[in-house]
């Protein structure tokens, strides 16, 4: 009896080290995963019952990190797999790909300052992704997003492997932002709160609709300004308060597990299973945007439009374009001339 409904699921096995429940088989790489983020992403996706495989992969101490996590009580066999002669290894079989590989900001950088060392490092990633597991699910996180999305939609076309139901830029941290910042200020349990948050990921391009956010406060128009200009420089106040030393990692991490775990749900088959994520879209004129996506057996089920806007977040949203339509260019341009 049991078996029979496990092959019903995606025929994948059920049963490992013991897991008594439904659940299928997942394998989940993190790349970049002796990082800041990498590290306690690596903890938080051990500590996700629907991953049976977590391959930690960095092009240094990842042996170190993967012991570590391994001996943590919990469903998922650890790997660790260090420098690109093991890259292979893996990605084979996964079915989700977390990338948070790449340098962080420094205090008076902008996330586009990263792009001449990222873009090259999430290239060459997202080639053995096409070459070793084309049918994973991808999660960026390398900064600048705006971009990094757009250079691994080229390299999987180019490869022949591109499927747009697959490809996410995780914007999660800016909804877990959101949610926070207008708990704090409409006095209402941060449990309850919703935040869509949708454009892109850095600076303007990070437009919070709390015009949409339950539960509703009716807030004074400055007080949802400041709410989204702290939104929008959530990412500069953690660079700045760590001066120096790098930027959000805890909270990215949470944010990345909340965002792998709605693609693990997707994939399993639990319905309604809706997060912000830029993805290609054509919910405005632009190729990529984030707004809220429905997640399924095959990735992206439906990206959702934009619902009604107040004034604010139109002309939020008309000041947008042009940098974000720059971003995406550029990713696109140094995917296809480099
Ligand atoms: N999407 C988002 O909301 C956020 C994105 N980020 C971005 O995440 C990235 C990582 O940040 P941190 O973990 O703080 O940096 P980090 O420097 O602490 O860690 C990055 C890791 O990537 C590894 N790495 C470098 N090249 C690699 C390659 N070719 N293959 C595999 N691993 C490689 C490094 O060895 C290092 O362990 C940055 O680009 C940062 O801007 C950070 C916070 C939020
Ligand atoms: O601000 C940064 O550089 C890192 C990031 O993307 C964020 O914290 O939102």
Redesign the pocket.
């Given at each position: 009896m049991f078996r029979s409904v496990a092959r019903s699921v995606a025929g994948k096995n059920l049963l490992r080290r013991g897991y008594a429940t439904a659940v299928p088989e997942r394998k989940v790489a993190v790349?970049?995963?002796?990082?800041?983020?990498?590290q306690p992403l690596a903890l938080l996706m051990k500590l996700n019952p629907l991953v049976s495989q977590l391959a930690l992969?960095?092009?240094?101490?990842t042996p170190g990190v993967a012991a570590d996590v391994s001996h943590i009580n919990s469903r998922s066999e650890v790997a660790g797999y260090v420098g690109e002669e093991q890259l292979g290894k893996a990605l084979e079989g996964c079915d989700v790909v977390i990338i948070?590989?790449?340098?962080?900001?420094k205090p008076g950088m902008t996330?586009d300052d990263?792009f001449n060392i990222?873009a090259g490092?999430v290239k060459?990633?997202c080639s053995a992704i096409a070459k070793y597991c084309p049918n994973a699910l991808v999660n960026m996180?390398?900064?600048p997003?705006n971009s990094t999305v757009p250079i691994a939609a080229e390299v999987f076309k180019k490869a022949g492997t591109y499927d747009e139901r697959k490809l996410f830029?995780?914007?999660?941290?800016?909804v877990v932002r959101a949610k926070t910042f207008y708990a704090g200020k409409a006095k209402v349990n941060v449990a309850d709160v919703n935040v869509p948050v949708v454009g892109g990921?850095a600076g303007i391009t990070i437009l919070p609709l709390f015009s949409q956010a339950t539960p509703k406060a009716n807030l004074p128009e400055e007080d949802i300004k400041a709410l989204t200009k702290r939104t929008q420089d959530g990412?500069t106040e953690v660079v700045e308060a760590k001066a120096g030393k790098?930027?959000?990692?805890l909270s990215?991490a949470y944010?990345g597990a909340i965002f792998a775990d709605a693609c693990l749900k997707g994939l399993n088959g639990v319905p309604d299973v809706v997060e912000c994520s830029f993805v290609q879209s054509t919910v405005t004129e632009l190729p990529f945007f984030a707004s809220k996506v429905r997640l399924g057996k095959n990735g992206v089920e439906e990206v959702l439009g934009l619902g009604p806007l107040s004034e604010y977040e139109k002309e939020g949203l008309e000041s947008l374009k042009p940098e974000l339509k720059s971003s995406i260019e550029k990713g696109i341009k140094f995917a296809n001339q480099s």
């Open positions: 790349l970049g995963a002796a990082g800041g983020i990498g992969y960095d092009i240094a101490n948070p590989a790449g340098v962080p900001r996330r990263l990222n490092i060459g990633l996180i390398s900064n997003v830029g995780v914007t999660t941290l800016d990921h990412g790098g930027s959000a990692t990215m944010a």
